[in-house]
């Protein structure tokens, strides 16, 4: 491990800042290249920036963390341990930083969430109640549960929820189920709520929204300072704090992200790289020429290098790297990247 005291705390600071914003969502292809610069300034810089991404991976190693509502036999002790030893190293940089920026800057809720995801993961975990919840790439919750409400708080990415009828309990037979109702289940995000009303349903935090997408019966939409709106089975819809959008037509094979994979109608290449960038480790970009080229198929979000090689096969597309950390998808030479290809066989086929 490297240590801290023999790096000087200016520099210790500077790597700290750097890591924050590649892993902002906002990096620029300048702030790769100044990143680049600066690491190869001097050996301390390279020691520096060592430290920081240790740290990212210690807490990235810890998919499941110790909440109340932990599945059974989740390995509390592990858990706890890795997260003392990430701490321990997070202390290393809050030497070089001041607190109140570090703060403000580290995403310290979702590093401690009860259950998180890495980027490029996708996870299912099993709720104390019977809860099934699968968390997409980079997604972060916390749960708490009583009596009569079960609350599970989104902070990052996506879930897929399948709530319990009952919670599982001494109690929980079958005259008992009988004799009282299921608690409440509501997911929370910055925007308000979703309560259950079905079977299956899923929750993305999307900037300053929220998208619920019903794929089981209904869900309940709570904006924070709006009406509420019933999404019926197979209707999505979005909302902010002040209210909820019409609701839209769903596809059920939407869901396929829960397995690793994503289902392509004459996409966008601009939104399939979106989505690819989600799960995809460094910073993804399209170019504006191909922004509009629609593609069809399923393709694989757990293993995006793949993906994208074989966009470039069976697409008018090339992948253009400057580190191993940024990749813009452009148009290939000679081309202008309008219109369409054929859709490739295997992942990425077009669908029926």
Not at 204 to 231: K, M
Not at 244 to 264: F, K
Not at 298 to 320: E, G, N, V
Request: charged content about 20%; some cysteine.
């Amino acid at each position: 491990m490297t240590n801290t005291a023999a790096i000087d705390q200016q520099i210790l600071r500077q790597a700290a800042q750097l890591l924050v914003r590649l892993n902002s969502g906002h990096a620029t292809d300048a702030d790769h290249a100044a990143c680049e610069r600066w690491r190869e300034q001097s050996d301390a810089h390279r020691h520096a920036w060592a430290l920081a991404q240790q740290l990212r991976r210690q807490f990235d190693a810890v998919p499941v963390g110790a909440g109340p509502a932990l599945r059974e036999g989740a390995g509390v002790t592990a858990v706890s341990k890795e997260r003392r030893r990430a701490l321990k190293m997070l202390s290393g940089l809050a030497i070089a930083a001041p607190a109140g920026w570090l703060a403000s800057h580290l995403p310290w809720q979702t590093w401690l969430a009860d259950f998180r995801t890495a980027t490029g993961e996708v996870h299912d975990v099993l709720l104390a109640d019977g809860s099934q919840i699968t968390l997409g790439s980079a997604s972060a919750i916390n749960v708490a549960f009583d009596t009569g409400l079960r609350r599970i708080r989104l902070l990052q990415g996506e879930i897929m929820v399948r709530p319990a009828d009952t919670p599982r309990d001494a109690a929980n037979t079958p005259r008992a189920r009988s004799a009282r109702p299921a608690p409440v289940l509501l997911v929370q995000t910055m925007e308000g709520l979703v309560e259950a009303l079905g079977l299956q349903f899923s929750v993305r935090r999307q900037h300053d929204a929220t998208r619920v997408a019903a794929f089981r019966g209904d869900a309940r939409l709570l904006p924070a300072a709006g009406d509420a709106l019933v999404l019926t089975q197979n209707q999505s819809g979005t909302f902010t704090r002040n209210g909820a959008a019409a609701p839209q037509a769903l596809d059920p094979r939407e869901a396929m992200w829960t397995r690793g994979l994503l289902y392509a109608n004459n996409m966008r290449i601009a939104e399939l790289v979106a989505e690819l960038a989600r799960y995809h480790h460094g910073t993804l970009h399209y170019a504006d020429d191909v922004a509009d080229l629609r593609v069809s198929g399923i393709y694989q979000l757990t293993d995006t290098d793949a993906t994208l090689a074989l966009l470039q096969r069976t697409y008018p597309l090339r992948l253009r790297s400057i580190t191993p950390y940024w990749t813009r998808v452009e148009a290939r030479d000679g081309t202008d990247g309008a219109g369409s290809a054929p859709a490739p066989s295997e992942f990425g086929r077009r669908p029926a």
